[in-house]
């Protein structure tokens, strides 16, 4: 996964008197302390202990950012030219950690807890109460099963843009149009897709797909009535967003392979099947896993289609589990329990990403 | 007639017929795909011009089978007649349509300032956080990228309520320069790696800081990788919907909620929703056409080392 660039060995004499440095950590250790002051004194206003009327917690989010604009100075003042260095990652880590690591800890203190925001009760701790209610939550493995379902799909998708790529990367005229015509899916919104295809191509009256379906001799066609049909229809119109993606990437791996293999191949004899399958393919194995593998990564966030086209329905039975926690939260405000499911969701995905690129690396591996 | 003397031997009439066969089946599933991509936009632009009884009989071609009328682009407060008069519907729309552009413009800015920097600092300096070195930092980056929106989406929903954040533009800006941080660091990454570094010595000789080499030289050359990472950012931020729909109500709702929202309420009224629709996503057609060459770089970097 990595690409060590050359590095830049950069040797760097600096002076920085001890007052510099002084001063340096003075700044860091100064901003870090105001922040814990503001922080404590909203605490002990939100407490009731003192009565100051904060209206909100944006004056700790002040603090955190002067705190944050303070520590990357407080690098350059106090470590010169190393400092200059850590700016480069030192914002983006920042960032990242507070947007991230912030939430996720906190949204794991919400996981235990009773928390309804219509409710005025306030957040409550429950323990390991919402985990017994998801361990028997029916709609909830549905989605969980439902997601495997739709990441199975992509076996199907893969197999449609390599052959996409391999025909815009065949000797052919126009490939500038078809290249733009393949990839306008991947630009529209999945909102716009859920209404162009989803509510008005697959309408079952007036919609072109139904009425050549008609034609055909179907008897009264519907998309969104059997559970399987349902599935199916959210399967295509993600397909059809995301094959783009799938096909360009792929296509870029096409285009790296030197030409001087194939007519090697042709040269001992090998027709177009056996070349595919011995020199195409083998060589475009690590691309594909890395295109499968973000594929996969895309699939599991699935939910935009499905609130607006289905909303679930019928029973459950199109449920991705980020839709599944989006109406939990709509329909009920139930933000404990909601953030109990992502968790769990988060914690399968990460084990189950870290078995598959494990995988991947030793299947990639050369074996000869 | 003389009989030709030299002519192909049966074998290469094969062989020819073969291939002219061969170009024939890579044309038609071309074209049969390119209708597939591209029948639903026809769809969602003929739709807009339509009247109930077009829509109903299903009509498709313009001016030959029905004759396109304003009525879906008149709802919306766009059409010829409508564009000069005073029209609810269209301040809705170019609010909604104002707040997108300035969230997607900022969230993209954002990351880009913020990965570029972050990549070039990975692919040139060895660092040690703690236990942390490059490839670690590298990972933790791009580790973000399996984060699915809904772990955050509740969290972030209390912590913006505590903050006054919920329905700002501020708000939505940062959480989608989070999200498309790790594609930017990684095609960013990209780019980097392949700058050879005695650019940089020779910069430091003449004389130029680490941060002067980086914005003066360095930056320039991989300026078409960035164009790359904001196209691609852009793309996503503009459609993003599951986060907006959360985090809005009023005030800071982009155009994705917008057109969500009236796919209930307008029922059956195919023709301003098609107008609606086809409004939203033109720019992205329009930026995917004119910029193409970009977004296949940006998706690219990854996939090829």
């Avoid at chain 1, 920085?16 to 250790?29: D, E, F, P």
């Avoid at chain 1, 503001?38 to 003192?50: E, K, L, S």
């Avoid at chain 1, 005229?173 to 630009?187: D, N, Q, S, T």
Wanted: aromatic share 14%; hydrophobic share 55%.
């Amino acid at each position: 996964m990595s690409v060590e660039g050359d590095l830049l060995h950069v040797v760097t004499a600096d002076n920085i008197s001890q007052r510099r440095k002084l001063t340096g950590k003075l700044i860091v250790w100064g901003s870090a302390g105001l922040m814990f002051a503001v922080a404590i004194i909203q605490m002990a206003d939100q407490n009731g202990w003192i009565s100051l009327n904060f209206e909100n917690w944006r004056p700790t989010l002040y603090a955190y950012i002067l705190w944050a604009v303070c520590l990357c100075a407080g690098q350059v003042i106090a470590r010169g030219e190393h400092g200059k260095r850590t700016l480069f990652v030192l914002p983006a880590t920042l960032f990242v950690i507070s947007m991230v690591v912030f939430p996720l800890l906190f949204g794991l203190v919400i996981a235990f807890s009773d928390w309804n925001l219509a409710s005025p009760d306030g957040r409550q701790f429950n323990g390991f109460d919402n985990m017994r209610q998801m361990w028997t939550d029916p709609f909830y493995w549905n989605a969980m099963r439902n997601m495997l379902w739709y990441s199975l799909a992509i076996i199907a998708e893969y197999t449609i843009a390599f052959g996409l790529a391999l025909l815009l990367n065949a000797q052919i005229k126009g490939r500038k149009f078809f290249r733009v015509a393949f990839l306008l899916p991947l630009m529209l919104s999945p909102v716009a897709v859920s209404w162009m295809i989803g509510k008005s191509m697959l309408e079952n009256r007036f919609g072109p797909i139904a009425r050549v379906l008609r034609e055909i001799g179907v008897q009264s066609p519907s998309f969104f009535s059997s559970p399987e049909i349902a599935r199916l229809m959210i399967m295509l119109m993600d397909a059809w967003t995301y094959i783009p993606f799938m096909m360009i990437m792929i296509l870029a791996g096409l285009q790296a392979i030197p030409k001087e293999l194939h007519e090697a191949a042709e040269v001992d004899g090998a027709n177009a099947w056996r070349r595919f399958w011995e020199v195409t393919f083998p060589l475009m194995l690590p691309v594909s896993i890395t295109a499968i593998l973000i594929r996969i990564i895309f699939k599991l966030k699935l939910a935009d289609i499905i609130i607006n086209v289905t909303s679930g329905g019928p029973g459950g039975a199109t449920d991705s589990v980020t839709s599944f926690i989006f109406r939990e939260y709509r329909d009920r405000s139930n933000v404990g329990y909601g953030t109990m499911l992502a968790m769990f969701y988060l914690f399968v995905i990460v084990i189950a990403m870290t078995i598959l690129i494990k995988a991947a690396d030793r299947w990639m591996r050369p074996r000869y | 007639m003389v009989d030709q003397i030299f002519h192909d031997s049966d074998a290469d009439r094969a062989f020819r017929a073969k291939r002219f066969s061969g170009r024939l089946a890579i044309y038609s599933i071309l074209f049969l795909w390119a209708i597939i991509a591209l029948f639903p936009i026809y769809w969602t632009i003929t739709t807009s011009f339509k009247m109930a009884p077009d829509v109903m009989k299903g009509n498709m071609v313009p001016f030959w089978d029905f004759t396109p009328k304003w009525l879906g682009w008149r709802s919306l407060g766009l059409s010829p007649e409508t564009i000069l008069n005073e029209s609810t519907v269209r301040e809705e729309f170019l609010k909604r349509f104002w707040n997108s552009a300035v969230i997607a413009v900022s969230a993209s800015v954002i990351a880009v300032g913020l990965g570029s920097c972050a990549a070039y600092g990975l692919s040139r300096f060895k660092y040690r956080f703690g236990f942390m070195q490059n490839s670690d930092i590298s990972f933790f980056f791009l580790s973000q990228l399996i984060l699915p929106p809904v772990v955050l989406a509740l969290p972030f929903l209390v912590l913006y309520k505590a903050l006054g954040m919920l329905d700002t533009r501020i708000g939505l800006i940062l959480l989608y320069a989070l999200t498309v941080l790790p594609i930017v660091i990684w095609i960013m990454r990209d780019q980097f790696g392949s700058i050879p570094s005695e650019l940089e010595e020779a910069a430091f000789v003449d004389g130029l800081s680490i941060w002067g080499a980086f914005l003066t030289i360095i930056l320039p050359i991989a300026a078409p990788g960035m164009v790359a990472a904001f196209i691609l950012s852009l793309v996503l931020t503009w459609n993003e919907y599951f986060f907006a729909a959360l985090l809005t109500s009023s005030h800071a709702k982009t155009l994705p909620v917008m057109v969500a929202s009236q796919t209930g309420s307008q029922g059956i009224s195919w023709w301003s929703m098609a107008a609606l629709s086809f409004a939203a996503i033109l720019p992205l057609i329009v930026i995917g056409i004119a910029l193409e060459r970009y977004i296949i770089k940006g998706m690219a970097a990854g996939a090829v080392k």
